[in-house]
């Protein structure tokens, strides 16, 4: 396959989830030459220069599929700092910032799941697996949302908090911290 | 059209100090083509909503309207018999009778409203068959699976004339895929022509509703819908995996 072919192919099985540009396709095809991964095939008519896997790339790709992502790779997760920064933030309230981001949440799963609603079973099963991990990833985070609130009903009292205070003013948030938040 | 409204609902239950308001002052209407999840922790009024939306349960103050018909002026064999003809329950268990067949148990509703065993079977038949289960009319519940079972019990919901579809926890005791196939088909039935409430704390299951309803301490704190450009999710940053 030359570059535009593999980028097509990639798009496909990933239904565009995550875009490639074919520069970017290419500096990566040179980097895997250098390792003795790939091996460029004559040019076509076209100007096109097909790559084949070496049975070294073969090995590094077993090895790949063979090894699971570290979580820790990750970058750091935002919302889970700003709900942890909402916490000790006076005059924040903690339950809208959850229910705001639930509600955000909520709605991308729907339309995750309406796109899974469309798709054909029978012909588009790598679409459907990439889409099913985006959905149980959204899922998670629901999930993980409705925990945070569980534990706020239990370990905090309902004085600190109270609904729609985030739709305030700055400057009324400023007043809240004097009045709401015990000491 | 509108087939399910809720006015200002307030359910109490109990007196005094004790007393419980499960539900307070809801406001909800679910019109035809529409699938409604309601969403919210245990003792949120989840439930308590479902059962006054079927009649199951009168509210303390506020109207509940099926097709037009507010409840609260009905006799109780005028809601009995609107619950048979309008309203079909979708449980996590104890749905079918296990003494009876799966043709027998789509037909049971219809018997029940006086139409004849000769007459019910062939619409039962036919509700099977829409449920992808042309052929299981005789078998027992006993004799299918968990998720066939749930086929059955959405084919016997919406028999005959029903057209107000109430799920509580439809998928509780199913695996990942087979669950995904009974909501699949309850969005179907839904999306030709039926109304539709389930009340689930699956996220992933309330994402295959037309709008989300959050509920808290009885009151309905947020509503979820679509996206109004749903394709941007594929190509922003925090649409990519």
Redesign the interface.
């Known amino acids: 396959m030359h570059g535009y072919q593999l980028r097509a192919a990639f798009e496909e099985s990933?239904?565009?989830?995550?875009?490639l540009n074919v520069g970017q396709v290419y500096t990566t095809l040179s980097r895997l030459e250098r390792d003795d991964l790939v091996r460029p095939l004559p040019a076509n008519d076209a100007g096109q220069r097909p790559y084949e896997i070496t049975a070294a790339g073969r090995k590094d790709l077993a090895a790949w599929f063979g090894t699971p992502i570290s979580r820790t790779d990750r970058p750091r997760d935002e919302l889970a700092i700003k709900l942890a920064l909402a916490l000790c933030t006076p005059g924040v309230d903690v339950h809208a910032v959850v229910?705001t981001q639930?509600?955000?949440?909520?709605?991308?799963?729907?339309?995750?799941?309406?796109?899974k609603?469309r798709a054909d079973q029978a012909v588009e099963l790598s679409w459907l697996l990439?889409l099913d991990?985006?959905?149980?990833?959204?899922?998670a985070e629901?999930?993980w949302l409705?925990h945070c609130?569980?534990s706020l009903?239990r370990y905090t009292s309902p004085s600190a908090s109270s609904?729609g205070s985030l739709a305030q003013p700055a400057a009324d948030a400023d007043t809240e911290v004097e009045q709401e938040v015990p000491r | 059209m509108t087939i399910l409204e809720l006015r200002s609902v307030h359910r109490v239950h109990g007196g005094g100090p004790t007393a419980v308001h499960a539900l307070r002052g809801v406001t909800l209407t679910v019109e035809e083509g529409e699938l409604v999840a309601v969403?919210g922790?245990s003792g949120s009024g989840k439930s308590t909503l479902l059962n006054l939306a079927g009649g199951l349960d009168r509210p303390t103050k506020g109207e509940v309207v099926i097709n037009g018909t507010v409840l609260d002026t009905c006799t109780r064999r005028a809601l009995a018999a609107l619950r048979r003809r309008r309203v079909g329950y979708v449980f996590q268990d104890l749905n079918l009778l296990a003494s009876l067949t799966a043709a027998e148990n789509v037909a049971l509703p219809l018997e029940l409203d006086g139409v004849s065993v000769r007459q019910a079977r062939p619409t039962a038949l036919a509700a099977l068959a829409e449920v992808d289960l042309a052929g299981y009319g005789p078998r027992f519940p006993d004799e299918l699976s968990g998720g066939q079972q749930q086929r059955v019990a959405i084919a016997r919901a919406l028999v005959g004339q029903r057209r107000l579809l109430l799920a509580d926890e439809p998928t509780g005791a199913l695996d990942s895929q087979t669950g995904e196939a009974v909501l699949?088909l309850l969005?179907s039935k839904v999306d030709a022509g039926a109304a539709g409430v389930l009340v689930t704390?699956?996220?992933?299951h309330?994402?295959?509703?037309d709008r989300?309803v959050?509920l808290r301490d009885g009151v309905i704190?947020?509503?979820?819908?679509?996206?109004d450009q749903?394709d941007e999710?594929?190509?922003t940053p925090?649409?990519?995996?």
């Open positions: 990933t239904g565009g989830t995550w875009p229910q639930r509600s955000a949440t909520m709605r991308t799963l729907q339309e995750y799941t309406r796109l609603a990439v991990a985006m959905v149980f990833q959204v899922e629901v999930r409705d609130e569980a009903v609904l | 969403m922790p699949r969005r704390h699956e996220a992933r309330a994402a295959w509703a989300v959050f704190v947020d509503t979820s819908g679509p996206l749903p999710l594929l190509t925090g649409g990519s995996p």
